[in-house]
T-cell receptor
Framework: NAGVTQTPKFQVLKTGQSMTLQCAQD?????MSWYRQDPGMGLRLIHY???????DQGEVPNGYNVSRSTTEDFPLRLLSAAPSQTSVYFC??????????????FGPGTRLLVL | GENVEQHPSTLSVQEGDSAVIKCTYS??????FPWYKQELGKGPQLIID?????GEKKDQRIAVTLNKTAKHFSLHITETQPEDSAVYFC???????????????FGQGTILTVHP
């Protein structure tokens, strides 16, 4: 199994541009989520999904959209990038439909720089 | 929602010494407490976890303790080695009845450096 994969590894955007961060998992996990990691702030939950067709907001959802059309994929879209979205983004998945009390497996991350 | 505080933010020890990282949480409904290790340029990886019905759990050189009354939990690493150097995160997940049911809330992280 490849586990959780993320593309791209690194991206530079200009303010106002849009892009999609890709996340895929091959473990047939129901729960998938997106986090952003900023210095001194740990990881903060952006959006999550408990199954195909079901998504919900996390702690910091503004400026991001998600959809879950398949069990395997959970892309994160930035509609109009802002410098405040410069961060490292991690995707994670878990077998449990709520993500609770189950190991969450993280991808390698996407480093995003918005100029 | 849940709030997790982690201390210290940096920790420097000599090889062979012990290291202790402490976390407190706010939501009494939290019932699952994982610890993650993040190496440079990689995603966090689970190293140990504890559930609320257990006070202590050990896995070789790593142990975690939980005090539900005081709402704090700690990571203990004994006989530290240079390869233990990394960023460590604690986290908490509220169970049913919690305002953040099923959502992982992380502490701010501890940079552990083990000097040879």
């Amino acid at each position: 199994n490849a586990g959780v994969t993320q593309t791209p590894k690194f991206q530079v955007l200009k303010t106002g541009q849009s892009m999609t961060l890709q996340c895929a998992q091959d473990m047939n996990h129901e729960y998938m989520s997106w986090y952003r990691q900023d210095p001194g702030m740990g990881l903060r939950l952006i959006h999550y999904s408990v199954g195909a067709g079901i998504t919900d907001q996390g702690e910091v959802p503004n400026g991001y959209n998600v959809s879950r059309s398949t069990t395997e994929d959970f892309p994160l879209r930035l509609l109009s990038a802002a410098p405040s979205q410069t961060s490292v983004y991690f995707c994670a998945s878990s077998r449990h439909p709520t993500g609770g009390m189950e190991t969450q497996y993280f991808g390698p991350g996407t480093r995003l720089l918005v100029l | 929602g849940e709030n997790v505080e982690q201390h210290p933010s940096t920790l420097s020890v000599q090889e062979g010494d012990s290291a202790v990282i402490k976390c407190t949480y706010s939501d009494s409904a939290s019932n699952y407490f994982p610890w993650y290790k993040q190496e440079l340029g990689k995603g966090p990886q689970l190293i140990i976890d504890i559930r609320s019905n257990v006070g202590e759990k050990k896995d070789q050189r790593i142990a975690v303790t939980l005090n539900k009354t005081a709402k704090h939990f700690s990571l203990h690493i004994t006989e530290t080695q240079p390869e233990d150097s990394a960023v460590y995160f604690c986290a908490a997940i509220p169970g049913a009845g919690g305002t953040s049911y099923g959502k992982l809330t992380f502490g701010q992280g501890t940079i552990l450096t083990v000097h040879p």
